[in-house]
Each structure stands twice: as structure tokens, then as C-alpha cells.
């Protein structure tokens, strides 16, 4: 799934932070990407980044990757959870 470019990205983080729009996989699966593709590009940010936070950034982002890779119906709580988490990284790394 290709990443859409970064003015529509931040669009799309917008809707997805939208706590009035439901969470969706689909949603979850972008972020994941989003994430993975700024590691991967080495954003600047992460250089920054103190290890606590790294630490917690990678728990997220398996957390999320976890959720979605049970199988199991997930509470609504645990997705709002995940897509907070990761729209987070992804404005973290944007810096």
C-alpha cells in the first residue's frame, strides 16, 4: 500500500485523529505504513528521539501491529488506543 504524498498525508492523519470518525483497520494498516516508511527513511526526528521515547514509539508500533495480526474481534478501546499511538509517531517523526 503506497504512502500518499505528504500534503495528503497530512489530510489523512487529520481524518484518522478525528476522534468523531470510527477507527477502521484500513486506517491502522496506513499508519503502520506511514511509520515504517519514515524509519526506513531515516526521518530526522528519530536522531533526536531519547531512548525512553524511542522505546515507547516501537511498543506502539508492535502493539498496533499486534492488534491487528490476532485475528480476534478487538475492543473499541484497544483500536482507539492503537490509532492514537500511531497517528502520534507519525506527527512525532514529521518534526
Known amino acids: 500500500m503506497p504512502i500518499a504524498a505528504p500534503k495528503s498525508?497530512?489530510?489523512?492523519i487529520d481524518r484518522i485523529r478525528d476522534p468523531a470518525r470510527p477507527v477502521?483497520?484500513?486506517?491502522?494498516v496506513?499508519?503502520?505504513h506511514a511509520?515504517?516508511?519514515?524509519?526506513?527513511?531515516?526521518a530526522p526526528a528519530?536522531?533526536?528521539l531519547p531512548r525512553p521515547q524511542l522505546i515507547a514509539l516501537f511498543r506502539d508500533f508492535a502493539e498496533a501491529?499486534?492488534?491487528?495480526?490476532?485475528?480476534?474481534h478487538?475492543?473499541?478501546d484497544e483500536l482507539e488506543r492503537a490509532?492514537?499511538?500511531?497517528a502520534d509517531a507519525v506527527m512525532l517523526l514529521d518534526e
Open 83 to 86: 490509532r492514537r499511538s500511531l
Open 30 to 32: 496506513w499508519l503502520l
Open 9 to 12: 498525508a497530512c489530510g489523512r
Open 65 to 72: 501491529a499486534l492488534v491487528l495480526l490476532s485475528g480476534r
Open 35 to 42: 511509520v515504517k516508511k519514515k524509519v526506513a527513511d531515516g
Open 74 to 76: 478487538c475492543a473499541a
Open 46 to 48: 528519530l536522531q533526536d
Open 24 to 28: 477502521c483497520r484500513e486506517d491502522l
